[in-house]
């Protein structure tokens, strides 16, 4: 059993939702994140594996990195499982110390995550500023990189938004993340259609 007791839930769970390639293949958020072929870096808090399955079932090379030891990058796609995954339970994020850990932005997973963005524009897809560790990561960011000019696109982050709300709109541009908005009822539909928009 490994430390805490995490491995045989996490085993469980994991092999509990398993979605078969051709699931996978079906999935048209999975379809149009492949699309994206400039995008060689994808950072993800979820612990499955559906994100690097589906790029290497659409034809991309990926390398997962869950810890220090896998930040050698040697492959066409990185994905950075930012919050550890089942296939590394040690690794994994799940207890408000562990967030506390994390949040700091001190570990070398942080300080990846750090350099990564010097330089580029993020787009953070699938995620809402009612999770605070999120709220918390992008203030913790501007505080770090405030001071430093905009990334060669003009803005450091972007973040899909389904039928954003005026309150919505303004909480994001006061955290300089600029919103792009989508407007339909099946967000999943109204997502896979931007991103397979921006891979054209």
């Known amino acids: 059993m490994k ?3 995490v491995a045989p839930l996490t085993n469980w769970l994991f092999s509990q939702m398993q979605p078969t390639d051709t699931e996978l293949q079906r999935s048209t958020i999975h379809a149009a994140l492949a699309s994206l072929s400039k995008c060689k870096l994808f950072y993800t808090t979820n612990f499955d594996d559906f994100l690097e399955r589906s790029l290497r079932l659409h034809g991309r090379t990926v390398q997962v990195a869950t810890s220090e030891r896998d ?5 066409d796609t990185q994905v950075i499982k930012f919050h550890g995954d089942f296939n590394a ?8 110390s562990h967030y506390e850990r994390r949040m700091r932005l001190e570990s070398a997973m942080d300080l990846k995550f750090r ?11 699938g995620y809402s500023f009612r999770d605070p560790n999120i709220a918390y990561l992008f203030r913790t960011v501007n505080e770090k990189f405030g001071e430093l000019p905009h990334s060669f696109a003009g803005k450091r982050a972007y973040i899909v938004v389904t039928n954003p ?8 541009r006061e955290r300089k993340i600029e919103v792009i908005s989508t407007f339909d009822l099946d ?14």
């Open 187 to 200: 967000r999943t539909r109204a997502v896979a259609e931007l991103l397979t928009e921006l891979s054209s």
């Open 115 to 125: 350099s990564d963005i010097l330089g580029r524009a993020i787009l953070f897809v």
């Open 89 to 96: 339970p040690d690794e994994m994020v799940l207890s408000e």
């Open 165 to 172: 709300s005026d309150f919505e709109l303004q909480l994001f």
């Open 3 to 5: 430390k805490n007791g």
């Open 71 to 75: 930040l050698n990058h040697s492959g």
